[in-house]
């Protein structure tokens, strides 16, 4: 057992000492890497952040509840207590039918409504959600249209559906390219392996004529592989370091412009770790992947 | 302890490199292998240490059946053997003791201990001086005794040899002749491969003579 562990720290110490030995080749292995984890990693920045910045825009997705003019005091009453107390909305405010008429005439369109001898629009409550997705949205509106006194509901939420499409379709792309990169990342650590296995070729046929098992050999290349995975997470997230930083004052400025508190947001603690184990386990794969190649022809 | 029967290998290509053949070696037991370049002797030493399989016929050792092991079990049979190449396969990378250390750390070995057993070895060999050296600094002879000394690090019931005097002048095969006389005295049991007539003649003991794969005498 505690020769088991003492070969375990071996194999580390000699992965990192072997890793350090060429430190170009080990460097330039970390920035392939780092760039395949990067490029998908900003695009998810990039969703994240435009998903927040559509959160915070101030025109935010509205739900019109029309009252029925036959509505009673205690109905009216009824919803605007509703209104009040339900958690999913935000803020809400009443238009009663005269101001909205003073808006239209405001609008200049006096010329219509003054020859009108009553008053045609409804009663209105106007409000937002506090959380702004599509489907929420819809059961919302269902659920006030359904209420005594409601004329109807309705929502505007076609820029809303129209958007999270978009970036739901962005999504779709990142997790694809995340594949499709976690794949790149594997074949680039199993080639760097390689050079690692053609230069200790007889150092393994060494060891397996002396009773070596294919595990014992394994270890000191999964651990080159694993180091090698996290040194690249590592580049990558540097890369996305500077990357924020150089989108961060142009994005600022934008945002300033259009008197929004916006700022870019970075990656998390929690995604950078989830970052550094992917990487750690897609090389430490590429490794095991070579490693075991080469046993096999070794037979 | 080592059983061929009816053993035959060919290797891809056709070329029957043993025909046949049917022996047994004893606990304890020196037995030395002769015939000319090309008889067959390495082949004899790889099939018992499963680094080759037979074609036919059954190699066994200690009763198992070395030819069907797992690729998984092949490690541990060979744990118990001393292996001694004709080509050393010293490892240029690493420092003589390094070297000596490596079946041990390969067999799981206590680090402490290991470090002990690997400097007796190298202490019966005479090279304990050198054990900061790194091998391409040794001369041929040494790197024969450090292949020895690897070899037996572990203590292995059984040594294989091949070729062990092979380039070397007469006074460094006799000293290493005579250490395998040692290990002989403790009850290892011993295959070895040779020209060397001379040898054999100093040393007394079985002689199995190959000649084109086929058991000639001494059987
Ligand atoms: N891997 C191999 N593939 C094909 N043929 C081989 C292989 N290894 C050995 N042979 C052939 O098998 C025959 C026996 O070879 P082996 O190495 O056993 O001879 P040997 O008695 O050890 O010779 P030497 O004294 O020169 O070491 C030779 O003709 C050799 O060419
Ligand atoms: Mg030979």
Request: include cysteine.
């Given at each position: 057992?505690?020769?088991?562990?003492?070969?375990?720290?071996?194999s580390?110490a000699?992965?990192s000492?072997?890793l350090?030995?060429?430190?170009?080749?080990?460097?330039f292995?970390?920035l392939a890497?780092?760039v395949?984890?990067?490029?998908p990693?900003?695009?998810?920045?990039?969703?994240?952040?435009?998903?927040?910045?559509?959160?915070?825009?101030?025109?935010?997705?509205?739900?019109?509840?029309?009252?029925?003019?036959?509505?009673?005091?205690?109905?009216?009453?009824?919803?605007?207590q509703?209104?009040?107390a339900?958690?999913?909305?935000?803020?809400?405010?009443?238009?009663?039918?005269?101001?909205?008429?003073?808006r239209?005439?405001?609008?200049?369109?006096?010329?219509?409504?003054?020859?009108l001898?009553?008053?045609?629009?409804?009663?209105?409550?106007?409000?937002?959600?506090q959380?702004?997705s599509?489907?929420?949205?819809?059961?919302?509106?269902?659920?006030?249209?359904?209420?005594?006194?409601?004329?109807?509901?309705?929502?505007?939420?076609?820029?809303?559906?129209?958007l999270?499409a978009?970036?739901?379709?962005?999504?779709?792309?990142?997790?694809?390219?995340?594949a499709?990169?976690?794949?790149?990342?594997?074949?680039?650590?199993?080639n760097?392996?390689?050079?690692?296995?053609?230069?200790?070729?007889?150092?393994i046929?060494?060891?397996?004529?002396?009773?070596?098992t294919?595990?014992?050999i394994?270890?000191?290349f999964?651990?080159?592989?694993?180091?090698?995975?996290?040194t690249?997470?590592l580049?990558?997230?540097?890369?996305?370091?500077?990357?924020?930083?150089?989108?961060?004052?142009?994005?600022?400025r934008?945002?300033?412009?259009?008197?929004?508190?916006?700022?870019?947001?970075?990656l998390g603690?929690a995604?950078?770790v989830?970052?550094?184990?992917?990487?750690?386990?897609?090389?430490?794969?590429g490794?095991?992947?070579?490693?075991?190649?080469?046993?096999?022809?070794?037979? | 302890?080592?059983?061929?029967?009816q053993?035959?290998?060919?290797?891809?290509?056709?070329?029957?490199a043993?025909?046949?053949?049917?022996?047994?070696i004893?606990?304890?037991?020196?037995?030395?292998?002769?015939?000319?370049?090309?008889?067959?002797?390495?082949t004899?030493?790889?099939?018992i240490?499963?680094?080759?399989?037979?074609?036919?016929g059954?190699?066994?050792?200690?009763g198992?059946?070395?030819?069907?092991?797992s690729?998984?079990?092949?490690?541990?049979?060979?744990?118990?053997?001393?292996?001694?190449?004709?080509?050393?396969?010293l490892?240029?990378?690493r420092?003589?003791?390094?070297?000596?250390?490596?079946?041990?750390?390969?067999?799981?070995?206590?680090?402490?201990?290991?470090?002990?057993r690997?400097r007796?070895?190298?202490?019966?060999?005479?090279?304990?001086?050198?054990?900061?050296?790194?091998?391409v600094?040794?001369?041929?002879?040494?790197?024969?005794?450090?292949?020895?000394?690897?070899?037996?690090?572990?203590?292995p019931a059984?040594v294989l040899?091949?070729?062990?005097t092979?380039?070397?002048?007469?006074?460094y095969?006799?000293?290493?002749?005579n250490?395998?006389?040692?290990?002989?005295?403790?009850?290892?049991?011993?295959?070895?491969?040779?020209?060397?007539?001379?040898?054999?003649?100093?040393?007394?003991?079985?002689?199995?003579?190959?000649d084109?794969?086929?058991l000639?005498d001494?059987?």
């Open positions: 057992m505690r020769s088991w562990l003492a070969h375990h720290v071996s580390f000699d992965a000492r072997r350090l030995r060429t430190p170009f080749a080990s460097g292995t970390a890497i780092g395949a984890i990067a490029l990693a900003s695009m998810y920045l990039a969703i994240s952040n435009l998903n927040r910045l559509a959160g915070d825009l101030p025109a935010q997705p509205e739900i019109s509840l029309f009252i029925a003019e036959n509505a009673t005091q205690g109905e009216r009453d009824a919803i605007k509703k209104l009040g339900h958690p999913a909305i935000g803020r809400h405010h009443f238009i009663s039918s005269e101001a909205a008429l003073e239209l005439k405001a609008k200049g369109l006096a010329d219509i409504t003054a020859g001898e009553k008053n045609p629009l409804p009663d209105a409550w106007v409000l937002t959600l959380q702004a599509p489907g929420a949205m819809e059961t919302l509106r269902r659920e006030l249209a359904g209420l005594p006194g409601v004329e109807s509901a309705h929502a505007d939420s076609a820029w809303a559906e129209r999270q978009m970036l739901t379709l962005g999504r779709q792309i990142v997790l694809l390219l995340s499709l990169f976690g794949l790149a990342l594997v074949a680039i650590a199993s760097a392996i390689r050079a690692q296995i053609l230069a200790r070729r007889e150092e046929e060494v060891s397996r004529l002396i009773g070596a294919d595990r014992y394994r270890r000191p999964l651990y080159f592989g694993a180091l090698q995975g996290a690249g997470a580049a990558a997230l540097g890369i996305l370091v500077l990357l924020g930083l150089a989108m961060d004052g142009p994005v600022s934008l945002a300033t412009l259009y008197g929004s508190p916006f700022r870019l947001a970075s603690a995604e950078g989830a970052v550094l184990g992917l990487a750690t386990l897609s090389s430490w794969l490794a095991w992947l070579a490693v075991s190649r080469t046993l096999r022809k070794f037979g | 302890m080592i059983q061929f029967s053993v035959t290998k060919r290797y891809p290509g056709g070329l029957t043993l025909d046949n053949i049917t022996l047994g004893e606990h304890g037991e020196l037995a030395f292998l002769t015939g000319h370049s090309g008889a067959g002797k390495s004899l030493l790889k099939l240490a499963a680094i080759e399989r037979p074609t036919s059954a190699v066994t050792v200690n198992q059946n070395v030819g069907r092991l690729r998984h079990t092949v490690p541990f049979l060979r744990r118990n053997i001393g292996l001694i190449f004709q080509d050393h396969k490892l240029f990378d420092s003589v003791i390094e070297n000596a250390l490596l079946p041990l750390s390969i067999a799981g070995f206590d680090r402490r201990e290991a470090m002990k690997a007796a070895a190298l202490d019966k060999v005479g090279l304990l001086k050198r054990e900061r050296a790194m091998p600094a040794l001369s041929g002879g040494e790197q024969q005794r450090l292949c020895i000394a690897r070899a037996v690090v572990s203590r059984l040899a091949d070729e062990p092979g380039n070397l002048d007469a006074g095969a006799i000293d290493i002749l250490m395998f006389k040692d290990f002989h005295r403790v009850g290892t049991t011993l295959v070895i491969s040779t020209h060397d007539e001379r040898a054999i003649q100093a040393m007394g003991g079985r002689v199995i003579h190959l084109h794969g086929r000639a001494g059987a």
